[in-house]
């Protein structure tokens, strides 16, 4: 056996820079909506507080943990991922949350829509990161599925009948 073939072995498949940038976007947006969803639990209050209070930490949960799983993916296909303070606040897709006390029926709102634009950033590179690695997009499907359905328990809280 050559030294090139176990040097090829032993390096396993590495990102492209372009699998890189796609992962690094929803890194970035996955620690935004773990902050987010963070400054609502803080700040929300009305009907039904306790519930949702409760549903915005599940969301934290899973935004931070789907962050861990995209950033040690990155590692180990040899990209380096980036969640600096400075670099998530300059390179998110999700729009600003408001500052101050906010009411349920808005944070609903508002949880829901950047929910929603999370699951739009992995839904936007899946298609990619599939070509190149579908173990990757496997791991986008299981986010994307997650985020959907905590958007759905979390808006149901404002659906009339």
Request: glycine residues 6%; hydrophobic residues 40%.
């Amino acid at each position: 056996m050559s030294t090139r073939r176990i040097e090829s072995d032993i390096q396993g498949h590495q990102a492209s820079a372009r699998l890189s940038g796609h992962l690094q976007q929803v890194l970035v947006d996955l620690i935004e909506l773990a902050l987010q969803g963070k400054q609502a639990h803080w700040n929300v209050v009305g009907t039904n507080f306790r519930d949702l209070h409760l549903q915005l930490d599940e969301l934290v949960d899973f935004a931070r943990e789907g962050g861990d799983t995209i950033a040690e993916r990155m590692r180990a296909l040899d990209a380096v991922p980036d969640g600096r303070s400075d670099t998530v606040a300059a390179t998110t897709t999700l729009p600003e949350f408001p500052g101050y006390e906010r009411s349920t029926d808005e944070v609903v709102d508002l949880v829901t829509t950047r929910i929603y634009a999370t699951a739009g950033t992995l839904r936007g590179v899946h298609d990619a990161v599939d070509e190149e690695d579908p173990s990757t997009a496997d791991i986008l499907h299981q986010l994307i599925d997650g985020l959907e359905k905590l958007a759905w328990l979390i808006k149901s809280e404002n659906r009339k009948v």
